[in-house]
């Protein structure tokens, strides 16, 4: 086991009715002039934003509501958000949303603290976030993980990238969390959801780093568990149990708990955040499609540890250790499938890519062949090149 800092400090108030105590949270944490950040409307469209900025006005809490963040959210809106939240000379940024708004709401409490900085050198040129406003979550989407996670990604405008910031001083105050109001959520964004959510403890799991007993059981546990509710969830959108059940999930998938002593990989991420950044396409779609083609070039690397997930989330005990790692990516795959979720370009809606196309998503990703991707198998561009030509079709 590899030595860790764990440190996740975020408040969880978890269940029917929670934001009702949005006014107390705020408080708590020392806000009283809130810029609250949503996203293209279905807050409006649901009255929760209604709600929520009544309860706000109860409490006694200046308020301004900023909307418009869209999926794979973009740094300039970014910037024009940390522009409000400065002119409204707020004291706390409240996410109201999923993982597009909550980071871009990090990205808003980042340039607060940080009011003559350009927000861009933290999410593109890695310059490192040492101080951040106080910030809050009420969460409409179990997917990301953001409401409990260090990071924030960002689309660098014009770019085709997506730039990830990571600081612990990032982490949400508390994370407001009720299943009910994940009930208006499309099957699809919930499928995608769930796939996200395997995946931050999947991208964990799959190492070389040997002996973690207890983080195995636990990821383990919680790939089967959203495997087994997922599929209820993306069926029946209202029940409760099951939307419980892959919205807590969701938070201890990547706040860390499920990699500790054994650290990240995430390779899949890395090639899917190229096809989200250029595509604009979903990013648990991006992750179904990339995760099956990576595993399968590179599971003979040590193909033991892919046939214990195999044996352990997927029931498969015969075969050699080859087979078995086969077999179980097979079945990770069968079930994208089976929730609804794309695993080649032409599902996800991108069509067949020219070798141009393909040569350009690998330039992106390895920094034109300056950088090697992924902690696992670290892939040069033409191996990543291959990887994306195994699904482009
Ligand atoms: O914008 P609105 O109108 O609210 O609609 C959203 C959006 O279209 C909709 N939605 C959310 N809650 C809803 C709802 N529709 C109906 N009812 C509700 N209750 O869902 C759509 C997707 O929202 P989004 O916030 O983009 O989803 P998600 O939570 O999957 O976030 C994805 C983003 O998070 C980043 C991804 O790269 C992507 O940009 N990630 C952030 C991470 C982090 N900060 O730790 C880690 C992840 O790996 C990921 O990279
Ligand atoms: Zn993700």
Known sequence: MQGFEFYCPTDIVFGRGAEDKLSAKVKQYGGSRVLLVYGGGSVERSGLLKKLEENLQAGGIEFKSVGGVQPNPRMSFAKKVVR???????????????????????????????????????WDKGKKIKTCAPLGA???ISAAGSETSDSSVLTIDGTGKKGGAHADIMRPDFAIMNPELTFTLPPYQIACGVVDIIMHTLERYISHVEGNSFTDLVAEALMKNVIQ?????????????AMSEI?????????????????????????????????????????????????????????????????????????????????GIRMMKEFFEQIGVPTTFTKLGI???????????????????????????????????????SVNK
């Open 138 to 140: 009420v969460l409409t």
């Open 229 to 241: 509710y997922g599929r209820i969830a993306v069926a029946h959108r209202k029940n409760y149990d």
């Open 84 to 122: 409000e939240a400065i002119d409204f000379e707020a004291d706390f940024v409240l996410a109201v949303g999923g993982g597009s708004v909550i980071d871009t709401a990090k990205a808003a409490a980042v340039g607060l603290a940080n009011p003559e900085a350009d927000i861009e050198e933290f």
């Open 351 to 389: 069509g067949v890519l020219s070798d141009e196309d393909i040569e350009k998503l690998a330039d992106i990703c390895t920094k034109n062949d300056t950088i090697k991707v992924g902690v696992f198998h670290p892939m040069d561009k033409k191996e990543v090149m291959a990887i994306y030509q």
């Open 247 to 327: 919205m807590w999930c969701g938070s201890v998938s990547h706040n860390g708990f499920t990699g500790l002593g054994r650290g990240k990989e995430f390779s899949a991420h890395k090639l899917g955040h190229v096809l989200s950044g250029v595509y604009d396409v979903t990013h648990g779609a991006s992750l179904a499609v990339m995760w099956p083609a990576w595993a399968t070039y590179v599971y003979k690397d040590n193909p033991n540890r892919f046939a214990q997930l195999a044996e352990q989330v997927w029931g498969v005990t015969v075969g050699t250790p080859e087979e078995r790692s086969r077999a």
